[in-house]
């Protein structure tokens, strides 16, 4: 059973377009990742989100925590090339066990 | 943040063989975990590396198939031993502070098992 459920799991889109990528639990955590990971390359963490309701701005990415902290969301504005690649949510749990989100794949197209 | 060299960045195996991944920090940390992670898919952790001690391993790995060491805070050895293709995966190596926070990545070996 996953502990992070991604949607979507795929997502090929136009340069210039916007997405949003989901990260669901049922589970509650006390924080939540975001990582991007480009091929050959090991993830690289984006943010980490910790209060409910917590809103984060990258430049064109916006993450938000959920208010009951057992959710989050990447929304790209404008999503270029550069932003192509797999987009993984982590966080630990009231466990303190690490888990990794089933992992969103982005291709943008020029 | 800390920098994370591994070695080799990719091999190739016969099966039946094993092969060892180094993992090289440029600081002392705390944690130190291993990785498998299927292409374009999510990381499954294999195991913490504790130093000075044996390392803790997830449900479904274990220590002869994946021997691990960590002689002190700022290297690790993962071996993938008695290789099959079913082995063939990319191997990640992390570091951390503590089991529940951020981690940071190497860039991986990427393995294929003929």
């Known amino acids: 059973t996953q502990l992070l459920e991604q949607s979507p799991q795929f997502l090929s889109i136009q340069e210039g377009e916007n997405l949003t990528v989901y990260c669901n639990s049922s589970s509650v955590f006390s924080s939540l990742q975001w990582y991007r990971q480009e091929p050959g390359e090991g993830p690289v963490l984006l943010v980490t989100v910790v209060t409910g309701g917590e809103v984060k701005k990258l430049k064109r990415l916006t993450f938000q925590f959920g208010d009951a902290r057992k959710d989050s969301s990447l929304h790209i504005t404008a999503a270029q090339p550069g932003d192509t690649g797999l987009y993984l949510c982590a966080g630990p749990n009231t466990g303190n066990q690490f888990y990794f989100g089933t992992g969103t794949s982005l291709t943008v197209i020029p | ?114």
């Open chain 2, 1 to 114: 943040s800390a920098v994370i060299s591994q070695k080799p960045s990719r091999d190739i195996c016969q099966r039946g063989t094993s092969l060892t991944i180094q993992c090289q920090v440029d600081s002392q940390v705390t944690m130190m975990f291993w990785y498998r992670q299927q292409p374009g898919q999510s990381l499954t952790l294999i195991a913490t590396a504790n130093q000075g001690s044996e390392a803790t391993y997830e449900s479904g790995f274990v220590i002869d198939k994946f021997p691990i060491s960590r002689p002190n805070l700022t290297f690790s050895t993962l071996t993938v031993s008695n290789m099959s293709p079913e082995d063939s995966s990319i191997y990640l190596c992390s570091v951390g502070t503590a089991t529940n926070q951020p981690q940071h990545f190497g860039d991986g070996t990427r393995l294929s098992i003929l």
